[in-house]
């Protein structure tokens, strides 16, 4: 009886596409129920595999959300601050941060909700948020630069900026009836102000 030659590739290529099967699923249900109701049953069977199936591709809660985080955000990247860094006026630049922020966050709304609503019932969703939450500090820290403000005004300039980057405020903003657009002339008139 010949022995039939292992194939290795094969068997690499499936683990590949079932691990990839059970990431979408946890992507999906994290946009439809959040990721505090998203059970290793409802991963199984969205992703066709068994719960031990989840399990051997991720030990715990922190490995899932990881692997959900980079697969969504490659899906749908936050916004390249290149594009916003070189302009020299710091009004024209926080408008085209905010403009691009508040796309991002029109686009990709159902997720932060959910984990934004989410993250006490869900502590392994807190490196990942901390990760985007350090970010959005990176892009207030460059517009305040573009601000050169006061000593005495900088303060409630760097509180406003961080403020108004914030997914919850664009949230806030647009539930009452402000469209992207408008959302962003409130800011600049907020920022103007000081």
Request: proline share 6%.
């Amino acid at each position: 009886m010949a022995k039939r030659p292992y194939k290795q590739d094969k068997r690499a290529k499936q683990t590949g596409e079932t691990r990839q099967r059970i990431v979408e699923a946890v992507v999906e249900l994290h946009r439809t129920v959040g990721p505090a109701n998203t059970s290793i049953s409802a991963i199984a069977d969205l992703a066709g595999v068994q719960r031990l199936t989840v399990y051997r591709h991720f030990e715990d809660d922190a490995a899932i959300f990881r692997a959900c985080t980079s697969h969504y955000l490659a899906l749908n990247p936050p916004p390249d601050p290149v594009a916003w860094q070189n302009i020299a006026d710091a009004a024209e630049r926080s408008r085209a941060a905010l403009g691009a922020m508040y796309g991002f966050y029109r686009r990709t709304s159902e997720v932060w909700h959910n984990t934004y609503r989410d993250i006490e019932q869900a502590p392994a969703l807190r490196p990942p948020l901390e990760e985007f939450e350090g970010w959005l500090d990176g892009i207030r820290d460059d517009l305040l630069k573009a601000w050169k403000p006061k000593r005495s005004t900088r303060p409630e300039l760097k509180a406003v900026l961080r403020h108004a980057l914030s997914f919850s405020t664009w949230e806030s903003l647009t539930a009452n009836g402000l469209s992207d657009k408008t959302a962003v002339e409130v800011v600049e008139k907020w920022l103007a102000a000081l």
